[in-house]
């Protein structure tokens, strides 16, 4: 696969890149490795893994057989993290494993086992990621010379990379909005994939790329916005919030030089983030008030179809970049169920009605993450002294149908993972995940805790979403 050279030879991994299994090898090791892949003409991009002893003990867990709300198996953090590369963001699935970003490393498990399938080494620290994949590829940027401008696209089934490209044309240096450091006062850059293609968007510009061999595409330069937003899957949408206005655009598969629907908000509404792209639903402010409601756009045109405003009793929760969905909210169909403390609320994307409310622990929040067989799935985080649990409640009705307890034993981890290092919920194949998308801290921190949740094996039904800023 064809890559600009643009800046030479990739920059060797920033901070220490540690090690690659629980025998914790010293980070020399791994710069020798990079030293001899240059020296023999390879790219150090990052280096690809086999089998470690940690897969191995997380197999040997594996065999055990949990217990219904027990632990299966569990990942810490491959690297040691350091001050400004510690965000874990970065989440993704294929029918029988769980890829994860980590700030220097990208790893793929096994569902069942836990057991390492392949890892490799980013040149440079991850600092935006796809939060979909599209036909088992994911999108992930890192910086170099201190700004993100390096994408690159790989297989999650083999960790293999498909391409990696540069942002800026030959001679062109990229300013502070495509610097981290910068982002508290401009949008942050945002990726996205589907429909074969890649959407990166910034503050002051935005691209895409053929997602098969990276071909660019469009390129787009704007005056700084104070809002960026993408969101993939059989939808990909770009919305931005700029000069008073929000917009957002779909990109056609056909064309993407031409656009295939375009919705602008009326003046003094901001565009905060895109909670589905099937059907379209919006997070937008009024700048006027600051007060917040979803916006429902048509499939077909993109004309705006309802509004619901926000209920006081909402509890949309964290919306890192690095995850499908946001924590708390869940569009399925012509549903959304929203969390709230000790509840959850369905409401109609037809009507803007609410459907019902299902009463859970007065005193937790409860989280929907997914929809099968006419039942929705909730996740009730635990506390320092209790764990959490699983309810499952009738779709139609929201009605209670039967509960799983989480077990005892882990309610200091699970406690650990939702309070510091802001945890995602998940279900696939049979397991409940609560994966790390937030800050690690140590290098035995656990990135991901797999729960055995009583023989059900729902679909991960949570929509892609890109969190809130401030638009000033």
């Known amino acids: 696969m064809s890559e600009p050279p643009h800046y030479g030879a990739p920059l060797p991994p920033q901070g220490r890149p540690g090690p690659l299994g629980r025998s914790r090898r010293k ?39 949990p217990a219904a709300g027990g632990l299966s198996w569990s990942a810490a953090a491959r690297t040691t993290p350091v001050k400004g590369s510690n965000m874990a963001l970065g989440t993704w699935f294929t029918d029988d494993t769980v890829v994860k970003a980590e700030p220097n490393t990208v790893t793929a498990y096994d569902l069942a086992t836990g057991e390492k399938k392949w890892s490799f080494i980013l040149a440079d620290t991850l600092c935006a990621v796809s939060g979909n994949a599209d036909a088992d590829t994911a999108v992930i940027v890192t910086q170099f010379d201190g700004a993100c401008t390096r994408p690159t696209a790989f297989d999650l089934r083999t960790g293999n990379r498909a391409w990696t490209k540069d942002l800026m044309a030959d001679g062109e240096r990229a300013g502070p909005e495509l610097k981290p450091a910068k982002w508290q006062a401009l949008a942050q850059l945002r990726v996205a994939v589907g429909g074969g293609y890649a959407l990166l968007t910034w503050a002051t510009g935005e691209q895409t790329f053929r997602l098969g061999d990276g071909k660019k595409m469009t390129s787009v330069k704007r005056k700084a916005c104070g809002v960026t937003a993408a969101a993939g899957g059989k939808e990909l949408l770009s919305a931005t919030s700029c000069g008073g206005r929000g917009e957002v655009r779909s990109l056609n598969p056909a064309d993407p030089k031409r656009l295939k629907w375009k919705w602008t908000a009326p003046k003094g509404v901001w565009v905060r983030g895109i909670l589905s792209t ?121 009605r209670t149908a039967r509960k799983q307890e989480l077990a005892m034993s882990i309610r200091k981890r699970e406690y650990a993972m939702e309070s510091v290092r802001t945890a995602t919920p998940y279900l696939r194949s049979g397991r409940f995940l609560l994966v790390a998308d937030g800050m690690l801290d140590s290098e035995d921190d656990d990135v991901i805790l797999a729960i055995a949740p009583g023989g059900t094996e729902p679909d991960d039904r949570r929509a892609a979403y890109s969190p809130p800023s401030s638009p000033r």
Not at 38 to 64: C, H
Not at 340 to 360: F, P, R
Request: charged share 20%; glycine share 14%.
């Open 278 to 398: 099937t059907p379209a639903v919006l997070q937008t402010d009024k700048d006027t008030d600051a007060s917040s409601e979803l916006t429902v756009l048509a499939q077909a045109n993109g004309r705006e179809a309802r509004r619901i405003p926000y209920g006081n009793d909402w509890a949309l929760g964290s919306c890192l970049q690095g995850g499908e969905g946001c924590v708390g909210g869940l569009v399925s169909g012509d549903t959304f169920y929203v969390a709230g403390k000790g509840m959850t609320a369905a409401y109609s994307l037809n009507t803007g009605n609410e459907l019902w409310v299902h009463k859970d622990d007065p005193n937790r929040k409860a989280n929907p993450i997914a929809v099968r067989d006419g039942e929705l799935v909730t996740y009730v985080q635990a506390t320092a002294e209790r764990p959490g649990h699983l309810s499952f409640v009738t779709a139609a009705t929201g």
């Open 27 to 65: 980070p020399f090791v791994l710069a020798l490795v990079f030293v001899l892949l240059l020296a023999a003409g390879g790219t150090a991009y990052f280096l690809t893994t086999g089998k470690g002893k940690d897969s191995e003990a997380s197999a040997k867990q594996g065999e055990k057989g």
